[in-house]
């Protein structure tokens, strides 16, 4: 029986909430998907530059910088001049952003805990495998964006 591929990735899409105007309220903060893709990039590098995450997350630089500023407005990210060029700004979350970025995370787990703990190890594992070789795949194509990472 063939699948039809669109709308099983809608299907799931809907499912991780990607059409959601916001993914999280936390702390009274609501967080859109945007910003929690950047805070769980700067949770996960080290004071990265702003051209570093918005290549790591495909979106151009004046999207980004729009979604720094409400980020930093909202006291979760910190934006400094480098030291060895005043032109280039590295990013950093403050205690508030980490704590956030961390609520994130853990209610993101308990999600994928949850989905995963009803498939037995073998459905777990074959579905592991192929995410990550649909996102190798992904990453060859031509007519995919190409985010880093």
Do not use: W
Not at 61 to 81: D, E
Request: glycine share 6%; proline share 3%.
């Amino acid at each position: 029986m063939e699948q039809n591929l669109r709308e099983m990735f809608q299907i799931m899409g809907r499912r991780l909430g990607l059409l959601n105007k916001n993914c999280c309220t936390t702390g009274g903060i609501e967080i859109s998907i945007a910003q929690s893709h950047i805070l769980y990039e700067l949770d996960r590098q080290h004071q990265p530059s702003m051209q570093q995450v918005a290549d790591t997350l495909g979106i151009d630089i004046t999207t980004f910088s729009r979604q720094i500023q409400s980020l930093i407005k909202q006291n979760l990210v910190k934006k400094t001049p480098s030291s060895e060029d005043g032109r280039v700004y590295l990013l950093s979350l403050t205690p508030e952003g980490k704590f956030i970025a961390t609520t994130i995370d853990q209610q993101m787990n308990a999600f994928f805990n949850d989905v995963f703990e009803k498939m037995n190890a073998f459905e777990r594992d074959t579905v592991i495998r192929s995410i990550l070789l649909l996102n190798e795949s992904m990453s060859k194509s031509p007519l995919c964006c190409k985010p880093m990472g």
